[in-house]
């Protein structure tokens, strides 16, 4: 069984760090993609970074390029956001997924394998 559990979520000052963590367990990890989503009250899901089975196959959404980082631990299957320079627009709950092929394009594709999701709260 697929599974995926997200921590890290916490209130935080605008200009503050915060890293999210993605648990993972039941799939090769190095074979798949894993892709980090936020949702804001009232907003859009957004795709916000990505990472697939080469370290080549990473990507970041505009809004968050130069402040965020993905990355992973093969051997805790483990996949991290490090998350700087926090602004307020940054609120919202935090979600990674998980799909297979992770060769192809991590953007691309449905992402079919998701976690329960933390919040990150960036407030004064």
């Known amino acids: 069984e697929v599974q995926l559990v997200e921590s890290g979520g916490a209130l935080v000052q605008p200009g503050g760090s915060l890293t999210l963590s993605c648990s993972t367990s039941?799939?090769?990890?190095d074979l798949w993609a894993i892709r980090w989503f936020r949702q804001a009250p009232g907003k859009e899901r957004e795709?916000?970074?990505?990472?697939?089975?080469?370290?080549?196959?990473?990507a970041y959404a505009d809004s968050v390029k130069g402040r965020f980082t993905i990355s992973k631990d093969s051997a805790k299957k483990t996949v991290y956001l490090q998350m700087n320079s926090l602004k307020p627009d940054d609120t919202a709950v935090y979600y990674c997924?998980?799909?297979?092929?992770?060769?192809?394009?991590?953007?691309?594709?449905?992402?079919?394998?998701w976690g329960q999701g933390t919040q990150v709260t960036v407030s004064s």
């Open positions: 039941g799939f090769t990890f």
């Open positions: 795709g916000v970074s990505c990472i697939g089975e080469s370290d080549w196959n990473m």
């Open positions: 997924a998980a799909r297979d092929s992770g060769s192809y394009d991590c953007e691309e594709y449905e992402y079919p394998y």
